[in-house]
DNA sequence: TGTAAAATCCAAAGCGCTTTGAAAATTTGA
DNA sequence: TCAAATTTTCAAAGCGCTTTGGATTTTACA
């Protein structure tokens, strides 16, 4: 059944038909009513395709997933996509993903914006050298970075959390702890998020005049058996670190693990801080955590930045206000005072 | 630069420039090679709502994801959508992902159906009674099932690995390190993969003339933490079990660490054994796994099921045949001969 | 009651593409 | 060399919707 027909059916005119379902104001209350009625009796939908030729939005925004890089961005992707999506559901968009292997991505890029495929885009895991801002900027198309890149924060709309801040907190609990040998297991030093944590942790050191040494700070893939080798590589060392700063929970299982390998327990022995993103397969509601962590929701940041570019996308003028948020110090069971030098 | 625009800088006709590039031979090549270069300079992309519009085609394929469902899905998604959505890329295919809530659902998919916005759908976590088939079969809308529904698995496409032989050989393979008391922590039983497990688990244990105790089985939303407190409750039984087999590697995770808080060592004091989806942020390339495990890769299962619906819509009448995959039995270090009685 | 204003409704023109049916240009064969 | 066959190109008709500009009907007011 498409518009025609069921104007037919309705002896209207396809005009009248459209605007009565479409909430214009030049249709009767009581024309609207019938149309309404017919319409949910013969299940009628509008094609899409069609609706979006004519109007020349597309209700859908694109998420760009590089291939290459999935594998450091897929525990989050789903609990991300499940808030975005959440919110794109309730104003009527749909949610197009593209996984492309990493050269193709600029081409792709184009060609989204070129086929009027998506009204706006949604671009994962920035570097910190990042090449696809410029170009989204260059193609006039709204987009929304989750995260952020290199230095000029302004000129596009972001949301990310204050990753800085959070590592030099978590730091701070450490040394506040009487830790002074303090391990970090951060991401690919290549994402913008992980240099900024690992400044905020080597601001902390500075600040409390502890040396900074690069030999206990590692970058890798955020995945459970790098912690596991990390960790195994850091308890071989002649001054072995007593606390372990990671930037994912899956590190931290990983990291927790090797602990037991040795006979070791963690809060005890060896002190694990985490960053938390809230994963949902890692957490049950309710539960008291056991690592102590940097705590912020990925599915939350996934809801707000469906709301944020949505809503640019709708004004499309007027920018909204990119957000940064504060995460939230949760102390668990997994740290505890640095162990005496004697014990 | 649309379509008519180009074809007046080529001072050819909408056709003519419309076939050379959609490779039609009625076009020679001479013709066809000017077309594809000025199309490439000009950066022309056929706007993809006129070209579906006219076609009728969408070249899309959805996603509906259940929003409650959602967290006993999420960690398995982003792996199998990486993997389909690769296949849908190397296709010229889309992905649209739906979160719906799940009361939601079946009026979600009678509009996809209806607004023409996908060629074809892939449903996910099929229940033990499943619905949707049923629907889906009646809105004539091809579709593949990753996993299988209730009784009659045929009169529709699915992809699924036999999950009772699986568990049937995992428990085997227990029984012949001597283990007599198995527990299984398996995922919610409503959940159609989850009751095939737990036949197989059964039938191996009643093959063996061992007792099958309701009260060291249980369904759970297959997280980390279920698999911990699962094991802490266990462990506090009068007859603790000697082996645990779990449904998922996060499971497995939790028993570990709920044993290691024990004071119990897995593979020598307790065995587990999981099944293993190869999620690619458990796993390390070339790193030797630590659970004993059936294994099957959920991102070679969504390339797999991506190629099968691609198939299926590209020849409509003659469907695919559906695929039922045996799991591979890797030998880790979290198994072992079963404690003797006197230890 | 007659007229201006407001409320309804409609026909038709796109949106940018594919595809049909036919025409024009070229090649072939006797 | 000319008609027939073949190749190449084109004009125009959709696909199903939105939206403009105008026509028609109803209401309001003097």
């Known amino acids: 059944m498409n518009l025609k027909q069921l104007a037919q059916q309705l002896g209207l005119s396809q005009t009248t038909v459209s605007r009565a379902l479409n909430g214009y104001p030049e249709v009767s209350e009581r024309t609207r ?15 899409r395709h069609a609706q979006l030729l004519a109007t020349g939005r597309s209700r859908t925004i694109g998420h760009v997933v590089p291939l290459l890089r999935h594998s450091m961005m897929t525990p989050y992707f789903s609990d991300f996509i499940a808030g975005a999506g959440e919110v794109y559901a309730e104003y009527g968009f749909d949610m197009l993903i593209s996984v ?11 060609a989204m914006a070129a086929s009027n495929k998506v009204d706006g885009l949604i671009v994962h895991a920035p570097k910190a050298v990042e090449s696809r801002i410029g170009l989204l900027q260059a193609l006039e198309i709204p987009f929304l ?21 959070s590592f030099e907190r978590a730091t701070e609990f450490l040394i506040d702890l009487g830790h002074r040998r ?11 998020f992980a240099s900024r944590r ?32 990390r960790t195994r590589q850091l308890l071989e060392m002649d001054e072995k670190p007593t606390a372990i700063l990671t930037s994912s929970v899956l590190l931290a299982m990983g990291v ?7 006979g070791l327990r963690a809060g005890s022995d060896v002190s694990i801080v985490t960053h938390d993103d809230q ?22 940041a996934g809801r707000r930045c469906g709301e944020l570019l949505i809503s640019y996308i709708k004004s499309r003028e007027s920018r909204p206000e990119s957000e940064l948020w504060e995460t939230e110090l ?11 030098r004697q014990a």
Chains 1, 2 share one sequence.
């Open 33 to 47: 009513r019938r149309v309404q009625q017919a319409a949910t009796e013969f299940a009628y939908m509008p094609s």
């Open 198 to 229: 690992r400044i905020g942790y080597s601001e902390a050191l500075q600040n409390n005049d502890i040396e900074i040494d690069p030999s206990i700070m590692f970058c890798d893939d955020m995945i459970e058996p790098c912690g596991y080798s």
């Open 145 to 165: 970075v989750h995260g952020r890149a290199g230095n000029p924060a302004d000129g596009y709309l972001w949301m990310d959390i204050d990753n800085k801040r």
């Open 182 to 192: 303090i391990a970090l297991l951060n991401g690919l030093e290549e994402m913008n």
């Open 330 to 340: 949760v102390v668990g069971a997994s740290s505890g005072p640095a162990p005496s």
């Open 256 to 262: 927790l693990r090797a602990l037991t390998d040795c």
């Open 100 to 110: 492309v292997p990493e050269a193709e991505e600029e081409t792709h890029y184009r």
């Open 279 to 300: 994963l949902s397969f890692l957490h049950k509601p309710g539960e008291v955590p056991f690592f102590t962590s940097t705590r912020s929701s990925i599915n939350k």
